[in-house]
């Protein structure tokens, strides 16, 4: 590199260094907030499509699996309301016994007597 190749990329560096001017800030904050609003605009068409299309799969889904439903409800499948752990069962005479599994296997339980309530 000679002599007037150095001094012309000196010259350039130090150019480089002065501090934008007013014009130049003013468009850079309008080109960052273009680009924030474009992006924000994207974002929400973007969401839009998603929830439209979730909800598109969700009803096609539904439609899909309208005759199966039907056919258990035909077979008496209800669906259960108790929660997880839990059991119901029919004593002997007809009562309702309730209980709770908390681990292992219910091998066996007492059936509350009658009198025993009173």
């Known amino acids: ?7 012309f990329y000196q010259a350039r560096l130090q150019g480089a260094g002065k ?3 007013l014009l130049a800030r003013a468009l850079r904050l ?3 907030l273009v680009v924030l609003v474009l992006g924000f605009m994207f974002s929400l068409v973007a969401f839009a ?3 439209v299309g979730g909800a598109l799969a969700w ?3 539904w439609w899909k699996t309208r005759k199966l439903r039907q056919k258990l409800q035909e077979q ?3 669906v259960p309301t108790e929660a997880p752990g839990t059991f119901r ?6 009562e309702l016994i309730e209980g709770e599994v908390i681990e ?7 059936r509350p007597e009658a009198d025993s309530r009173k």
Do not use: K, Q
């Open 59 to 61: 009803g096609y889904f």
């Open 89 to 94: 069962d029919r004593g002997t005479a007809g």
């Open 1 to 7: 590199m000679d002599r007037s190749e150095y001094t």
């Open 49 to 51: 499509v998603l929830a």
């Open 19 to 21: 501090p934008p001017g």
């Open 76 to 78: 008496g499948y209800t």
């Open 30 to 32: 309008l080109v960052v």
């Open 104 to 110: 292992g296997e219910v091998i066996g339980w007492e």
